[in-house]
Nanobody, 121 residues
Framework: QVKVVESGGGLVQPGGSLRLSCTAS????????MGWYRQDPGNQRALVAS???????RYADSVKGRFTISNDNAQNTVVLQMNSLKPEDTAVYLC???????????????WGQGTQVTVSS
């Protein structure tokens, strides 16, 4: 069972930057995709950015040009660099890893506990 742990987050002023890191452990097969989602009270969890092991990336329209996702496949780590932060970026950010099932016939999903990002003056 893959486990995912996030680090980073905190309080930052509008226009500032934060860096979130996520590491997957107990990995027995190459992870297919790692990504970041965010959730605030009353809203569903929404994709922020994701990256596959081949380097293909996806971004939410609201963060394009401000956030950058990168990975280190050897370390099963993904980093989200967040620049030009806005108050509406405030949310709990959760890391996700999609990996092959033991049988190899489907994919499983692991989630981290989440880390709070607050953008406020």
């Amino acid at each position: 069972q893959v486990k995912v742990v996030e680090s980073g987050g905190g309080l930052v002023q509008p226009g500032g930057s934060l860096r979130l890191s996520c590491t997957a452990s107990e990995v027995t097969a190459p992870i297919y995709v790692m990504g970041w989602y965010r959730q605030d009270p009353g809203n569903q969890r929404a994709l922020v950015a994701s990256i596959s092991t081949t380097g293909n990336t996806r971004y939410a329209d609201s963060v394009k040009g401000r956030f950058t996702i990168s990975n280190d496949n050897a370390q099963n780590t993904v980093v989200l660099q967040m620049n030009s932060l806005k108050p509406e970026d405030t949310a709990v950010y959760l890391c996700q890893a999609i990996y092959p099932s033991p049988s190899g016939t489907d994919y499983l999903t692991a989630w981290g506990q989440g880390t709070q990002v607050t953008v406020s003056s």
